[in-house]
């Protein structure tokens, strides 16, 4: 696997951040990085978290709000539901096209911009992004969902330093917050520093509001260190023998590249010193 790639399958790890935050993918058949909840109000049946939906539900509920978007692409709460499940699915340019529409009709919402800012970090648009979810946030009232979601940002544009110091600002807004933790260790993994990402990881997982994504990022960073056992042991917990199969085999896949992962980590390293 070419360095590029890892890094790349990596930063699908990244990013817990809550209903404001960027989401992303963690490990396959787990759900999002994030608490995205589904927005309530012109769709009452769709109360049920993205990221607790299996695939017969990200069906159901993306021809539902399909549906409802074409009825009425300017309602902000359909358009944001609507991008939240084409993300799960993968659809991230449709999702992207989607937001753009609900922005243009609600241009100083900033629910509004802060879901529109996600779908840009989702469809590869990192600047146009952060300059989104700058534009969401309230300066005398900063929500730490945004602040999370600005260092999500910035480590994808690999300014791990500018990502960190927004993580710990984010996190003098909300102590002790497991996916602040989680994307913070995991921005560590990005530059190669296994033993301080597995640190801030274990006190993630120690919170009680601590869900199974930021398990299996735990998982992962234990299993590099090659620790497999344990991270198999870690990647199966609270989920269902289903989600577990898929989580430990798409780690397997992870790990089996273990040599150009060290490489990465190498590399990544060698770069912080110079």
């Known amino acids: ?23 992303a993918l963690a490990l396959a058949g787990c759900s999002t ?15 049920k978290p993205v990221d607790e939906m299996n695939n017969s539900d ?9 549906k409802a978007y074409d009825a009425n692409p300017k309602d902000r709460d359909t358009g944001i539901n609507y991008a ?25 919402d900033n629910g509004v911009l802060a879901a529109y800012g996600k779908a840009q970090a989702a469809a590869g648009q990192l600047n146009e992004a952060l300059a989104t979810i700058g534009r969401a946030q309230t ?6 969902r945004l602040v999370s979601a600005e260092g999500a ?3 994808q544009l690999g300014r791990s330093a500018e990502a960190r110091a927004k993580y710990r600002d984010a996190l003098m807004l909300q102590p002790n917050e497991p996916s602040i933790l989680s994307n913070l260790g995991m921005s560590y993994v990005l530059t190669g520093d296994l033993k301080t990402a597995e640190s801030y990881l274990r006190s993630a997982v120690s919170q009680p509001a601590a869900d199974s994504r930021v398990r299996q990022n ?32 798409y780690l ?23």
Not at 234 to 249: D, F, K, S, Y
């Open 33 to 47: 990085t994030g608490k995205d909840k589904m927005t309530t109000g012109s769709i009452p049946t769709m109360s």
């Open 153 to 155: 940002i910035l480590d």
């Open 218 to 249: 735990l998982a992962l960073v234990v299993g590099l260190q090659g620790r497999f056992p344990e991270a198999e042991q870690i990647a199966r917990q609270e989920l269902t023998p289903q989600q577990a199969n898929a989580n430990v085999a």
């Open 252 to 274: 397997r896949s992870m790990l089996a590249q273990q040599n150009s992962w060290q490489k990465l980590a190498a590399g990544d390293a060698k770069k912080a010193v110079n």
């Open 139 to 144: 300066p005398d009232r900063p929500d730490w």
């Open 1 to 23: 696997m070419a360095t590029s790639s890892i890094t790349s399958s990596l930063k699908t790890f990244l990013f817990l951040g809550a209903s404001a935050a960027l989401v």
């Open 58 to 66: 990200l069906a159901q509920a993306t021809l539902a709000l399909g």
């Open 84 to 108: 939240n499940v084409l993300r799960m699915n993968g659809r991230n340019d449709q999702a992207l096209a989607v937001m753009q529409q609900v922005a243009i009709a609600h241009p100083s």
